[in-house]
């Protein structure tokens, strides 16, 4: 169907490690896609997000890379810390023409960092 | 400054009644999203206001589920005749004015409503 979802339901790295989180998405509509950090508790944490126009993206310690070819995303973080334990959404923000602005997550992808 | 406020951090009642979630939006930001979240789920899409008027309701499960932002600030969601099935965290998120259809929405911490 036309979801988002991810390839790992859990990610275990070293700390320091770089961490690389996947997601794939089957709307080729989509035109904007964003990554979320969600702690125990809280609601979602924007991270980065990126525009179809784009294929690559950066951020302090994090870059996300869109390839529309094989409807694939990525989410990388750089010498990953304790405190980016959490779980990661990827979401897509499909461009119905209706102006309909409602975000489509994944299930996630729990990121645990090993000391 | 403040982010996205949302009331009660949890509820608690009986399957049958009626319950009143509250959104308090960046001061701002003119979009305004709930969504629901069940546990070892992202959130699922359920209505999306710009200003007072709800520009999007199709992710509204049914008609017991109703939310109003009457002066396009402050939102509530109500479900009423609730049942197990809606126990779930309810999150709130809006976004700032923009000519760009796409803004990143920035979401409160949610109310965790429980159905006896």
């Known amino acids: 169907g036309e979801s988002v979802g991810l390839h790992l339901p859990t990610l275990s790295v070293q700390e320091g490690d770089n961490s690389i989180i996947n997601c794939a998405y089957s709307?080729?509509?989509?035109?904007?896609f964003i990554w979320y950090k969600q702690e125990s508790g809280k609601g979602p944490q924007f991270i980065i997000d990126?525009?179809?126009?784009?294929d690559k993206r950066q951020g302090q310690r994090v870059t996300v890379l869109l390839n529309k070819t094989v409807k694939h995303l990525s989410l990388q973080i750089a010498a990953t810390q304790p405190g980016d334990s959490a779980v990661y959404f990827c979401a897509e923000n499909i461009n119905s023409g209706g102006g309909a602005d409602g975000l489509t997550f994944g299930k996630g992808t729990h990121l645990i960092i090993q000391p | 400054g403040a982010g996205v406020s949302q009331t009660p951090s949890n509820k608690v009642t009986e399957k049958g009644k009626y319950v009143e979630l509250r959104c308090d939006p960046i001061?701002?930001?003119?979009?305004l999203y709930w969504y629901r979240q069940s546990l070892g789920q992202g959130p699922e899409f359920l209505i999306y206001f710009q200003g007072t008027g709800a520009a999007d309701d199709s992710g509204l499960p049914n008609d017991r589920f109703f939310a109003v932002r009457p002066e396009g600030s402050v939102s509530t969601l109500k479900i009423q005749r609730t049942e197990r099935g809606d126990s779930a965290v309810y999150l709130c998120a809006s976004s700032p004015p923009s000519s760009s259809r796409n803004q990143p929405q920035h979401f409160g911490d949610g109310t965790r409503l429980s159905i006896l």
């Open positions: 709307n080729s509509a989509s035109d904007y």
């Open positions: 001061s701002g930001h003119t979009a």
């Open positions: 990126i525009r179809s126009n784009m």
